[in-house]
Each structure stands twice: as structure tokens, then as C-alpha cells.
């Protein structure tokens, strides 16, 4: 795991202003606390968990971002807030990701670190706008009334690969543009007219505005009769956050500002939404780029205005913005939950925070089977035996938080011979804690990277497995026959990134030999420390 360093918080007056100064410092990830303290502050990240590739809007008193997904269905994250720092997950943008390509379904499972990929938001005409781009398959938008949904089938935009980042501008006269980024062509940025309905890009509109050293992360503002530019590019000390400007919207963007220092220590904010509270103040909502087990956590940065430029952070005696860690709330008294985590699976419809690992296989999940259950039928992975090419896992984002403990419920009276359920972990590598069915014998199996160890016969039908981790991402497997006492088993597994994604938990049921039994899942409890610490 990555260790960098940040300095102590000290809050000062102002708008999200904080000292420079560091008494000692900390190691990345040493957050007991985050998010709204309760105090009228707030402390960086206010998510610590895998919200990467972030885009934020504010539509009259409320604020919306969303979140790049990859190959987890539903796809393209939607948040929402009434303060800038307290998130609930309020829904997704793409229910099939089959529309996309059919190797994000459950039978190709063949996008690990690709799909979904950075988008913006915007809202236009009366309505929320989604563009997003795939690295195989080219920019797809869509379209929505409400942004909780339903939002319309995925259009492709732009049916090419090679291209990241689009971000959509409609300027005052209600003409539309998209500006994009080609990585396979030296990371060029163009930007297109975009035609009324804004499903198309004109062709014969294309012009190139920019092209650095991996530029990309674009969006698109119109701000006081200028045209701004936003993108970060990269640098010998990192990532940098960049804008240019211009008085006409094809440019020439002759005036170009850096808005932002490279952080590394920080692991590098750069990707993500500018958006100015009802009272004038400004924020820029990010991720922290270079992702550790946790992924790419949510932070919230003050903007100041200096000489008609954004400056990002603490603006330092250069001129450039730092990273802050504590600010005051942009919004006072309207604190709310975090993000949603534990399922009674009561609902007749997962919650929101619940993503698949893959497009999921119809008919082969159900909460109606048997009322009160997530009922979770197995069928044959592509390769015999291996978790990350087996097509039935629910999965949410594991949070790096001082304490977390997960414990699930399983009914195994469905199982089969040779089918496997139960609690996992993974990212690029993965761990599990769950039950093996041989004949008529059930046997606790621990699997840490695809080493399985053999654990006692289960002679009952209950079982209850929990994982617990904390700060450092060392998270260990237990079992339970009775729900109140635990034993550990297994080796303790170190909570990894990997295919630009955090760490993820999820549920899982498949069988080697074919399509036969079920797990039952009763609850999924996940309890962490929340943003005031233990």
C-alpha cells in the first residue's frame, strides 16, 4: 500500500480555509474523522470511499454528481446532496450495460479497468444530461426528467475508440457542444457542435483546442463572457489541474492558467465539477486521482477567484491552489445521512448502493422468491472455481474508515453439489470467507488470491460470516453458528486497488459443475465509524 503525507488540520476563518502550516505529519488514509463534523466544518475526504472520475452540478438548492462505475451494473453513479458534504446514493444512469458492449455481461465478463469511464453532468432544457465515454466503444449519452429516473437508453455519441473524458456546454443561445479527449492521438482535445436533439456530434465542427501531455478531465464553463476550459494534465511532479479561456467558444484559447499544485502527497485531486453555492461561494468537488485500497475517495476543495481565474485550495504565496483538509460547511444545519451501506432486503428493488459485478444474469437473483431474502442461484463462472469470472456477485464499496464490520446471514438448505457461496472482497486480487458444497457435505472454505483452505464441515443450515477492517485495510474473515460468537479463520487479507478501482465487498454464489442451488442471504449489517470518529 502507497504511504504519503498531508499535515494536521486547523480550521481558520472563511470559507473553507485552513493553514498551510503542519505541526506533524500524517500518513495518507489516517482519517478517524471526515466528512460533516457537526460543528459547522467539515474535513477532507467527505467520502473515503471509491467515488472516482466525479462531475457535480447544482440544480436550485440541490447538488447532483456521478461517479464512473466501470464493468459494475447499474452503471454511471448518481449522488445527491443539499450541502456539497453529506452524500446519499440516489441512483444509476445505465441499467444495462449490455447497450454498451456484450462483453460487460455475466457470459464475457471481459472489462475489468474498462466501461464506464469519467463523464459530466449538466442540466439543459428542463432536463439532466449524461455524456460518458468507454475506452473500446466511444462517448454514449443519456438523458433524464428526474435524475433519480428513469433515464432513456444509452445513445452512442461517437461510435470510436480511443476517446475519454467528454464533457457537454450549452451556451446562452441554446446551441449544444461536446469537447473530449482522443488518448489514443497524443490526448488532442476536441471539441464538436453538438446537433438540437444533442445526440450527435457535427463532424464538420471538429476543431482541436489543446493537446498536452495526458490531457484530459474536461469540462466546459461559460463564466462572466468568458469561455473556460478545464483539464488537468501530466507533469514531472504530478498531475496538475489547468484551465484555459477564451472570449468565443472554438477559441483561440491563447490564455491558458494553472490552477492547482500537483499534491502528490495528496494523491493528486484533479478530476472532477466546479459548482457555486446559491450564496456566490464557489467549490470544486474531486477525487483524489492516484487511488489507494480505498479507490478514489470524494473530497471537497474551496475556489477562489483571483484575476478571473478559479484558484483550487489554499492559494499559496506562487499563486497556485493546495489541498485543504477541513473547511467550513458551504451549507449550515442540514446534515444527513452518509452513503447508504446495510439491506434488510425487504424492499421489492435493491438499494441504490448496491452494484453488480457485471451485467447480472435475469431470473438468476431474486427479493420475491422468498420474501425478506436475496435469493442467490448459482451457475457456472467462465473458469471453474474462480470468483472474478463468475457472473452472480453483489458488491458495494468498502469505506476506510476507523472501524468497519460486515455480517451476513446465509440460509445454505438450496446448495448444491459443487457450488460455492458467500462473503468476499476484492478489487485485482480477492479474498472470501464461505461455504463449499461436496455431495451432501457442506465445508467452510477460505479463499486469499485463489489459495483455498479447507475449514470445518457446516452441519447446519445456518451461518453467519463477517468481515472486519479498519484504517490500514487489513481485513479478517470470521464464522458464526449461532450469530453472537465469532471465530476467526483465514489469513488476514490486505484490502487492495487494482483495475483503477477500490476495494469492493460483495455477496457471491456459483457452482464449478453447473446451474443447480441457491444461497439465501437474510441481511447484509455494515457498520463503520461515521465522520465524528469513534
Known amino acids: 500500500m502507497r504511504t504519503s503525507f498531508h499535515p494536521l488540520l486547523f480550521l481558520l476563518a472563511g470559507v473553507g480555509a485552513i493553514s498551510a502550516a503542519a505541526v506533524s505529519p500524517r500518513p495518507w488514509g489516517d482519517w478517524p474523522k471526515w466528512g460533516d463534523q457537526g460543528d459547522g466544518t467539515y474535513l477532507n475526504p467527505v467520502i473515503p470511499a ?70 459530466a453532468i449538466r442540466y439543459h432544457d428542463n432536463r439532466f444530461w449524461i455524456y460518458f465515454g468507454t475506452p473500446d466503444e466511444g462517448y454514449f449519452m443519456t438523458t433524464a426528467k428526474d435524475p433519480a429516473g428513469p433515464w432513456e437508453p444509452l445513445h452512442r455519441v461517437l461510435p470510436e475508440a480511443g476517446w475519454d473524458d467528454p464533457c457537454p456546454f450549452w451556451d446562452d443561445d441554446g446551441q449544444g457542444y461536446l469537447v473530449g479527449s482522443s488518448f489514443r492521438d497524443g490526448y488532442k482535445i476536441h471539441l464538436w457542435k453538438l446537433t438540437p436533439d444533442g445526440r450527435e456530434v457535427v463532424k464538420d465542427s471538429d476543431r482541436v483546442i489543446h493537446q498536452s501531455k495526458g490531457s484530459e478531465a474536461n469540462k466546459l464553463y461559460k463564466i462572466n463572457g468568458h469561455y473556460y476550459h478545464f483539464f488537468s494534465e501530466s507533469r514531472p511532479e504530478g ?45 470544486f468537488l474531486t477525487h483524489h486521482g492516484r487511488g489507494s485500497w480505498e479507490g478514489r475517495c470524494l473530497s471537497l476543495l474551496p475556489v477562489t477567484w483571483t484575476d478571473g481565474w478559479p484558484i483550487i485550495g489554499e492559494v499559496g504565496p506562487d499563486g497556485l491552489g493546495a489541498m485543504t483538509w477541513a473547511g467550513k460547511m458551504p451549507e449550515q444545519g442540514l446534515a444527513g445521512p452518509t452513503p447508504e451501506t446495510s439491506d434488510e432486503f425487504s424492499n421489492a428493488e435493491l438499494p441504490a448502493q448496491w452494484e453488480w459485478n457485471y451485467q447480472p444474469r435475469a431470473g438468476k437473483w431474486s427479493l420475491t422468491e422468498r420474501p425478506g431474502w436475496l435469493r442467490l442461484h448459482a451457475f457456472a463462472p467462465l473458469v471453474p472455481g474462480d470468483l472474478m469470472k463468475a457472473g452472480n456477485t453483489l458488491t458495494q464499496r468498502a469505506l476506510r474508515t476507523a ?43 477460505s479463499v486469499n488470491n485463489a489459495i483455498a483452505t479447507p475449514g470445518p464441515e457446516i452441519a447446519g443450515r445456518r451461518l453467519w460470516l463477517r468481515s472486519i477492517w479498519g484504517l490500514d485495510g487489513q481485513s479478517q474473515f470470521s464464522f458464526s453458528l449461532d450469530g453472537r460468537s465469532f471465530t476467526d479463520f483465514g489469513p488476514m487479507y490486505q484490502l487492495a486497488w487494482g483495475n483503477y478501482r477500490g476495494d469492493r465487498i460483495g455477496l457471491y454464489s456459483y457452482n464449478s459443475k453447473g446451474d443447480e442451488g441457491y444461497a439465501d442471504v437474510n441481511f447484509f449489517h455494515y457498520v463503520h465509524t461515521g465522520p465524528r470518529g469513534p
Open 50 to 119: 471509491d467515488y472516482s472520475d466525479l462531475d457535480c452540478i447544482r440544480v436550485g438548492a440541490d447538488y447532483f454528481a456521478i461517479s464512473s462505475t466501470f464493468q459494475f451494473s447499474p452503471g454511471m453513479v448518481i449522488l445527491h446532496s443539499r450541502d456539497l458534504v453529506n452524500w446519499t446514493i440516489l441512483g444509476h444512469a445505465v441499467t444495462d450495460l449490455t447497450q454498451i458492449s456484450p462483453e460487460l455481461n455475466w457470459d464475457r465478463v471481459n472489462r475489468y479497468g474498462k466501461g464506464i469511464w469519467a463523464g
Open 239 to 283: 498531475r496538475v489541474v489547468m484551465m484555459e479561456r477564451a472570449k468565443a467558444i472554438f477559441g483561440p484559447y491563447e490564455e491558458i492558467k494553472q490552477l492547482k499544485q500537483a499534491d502528490r502527497e495528496a494523491m493528486e485531486p484533479n478530476q472532477g465539477g466546479l459548482v457555486q453555492t446559491p450564496k456566490g461561494d464557489w467549490y
Open 403 to 445: 472501524a468497519n464490520e460486515v455480517v451476513i446471514e446465509l440460509d445454505l438448505a438450496g446448495m448444491a453439489d459443487g457450488q460455492q457461496a458467500g462473503l468476499c472482497h476484492f478489487s485485482k486480487t480477492h479474498a472470501a470467507l464461505g461455504v463449499l458444497q461436496e455431495g451432501a457435505k457442506r465445508i467452510l472454505v
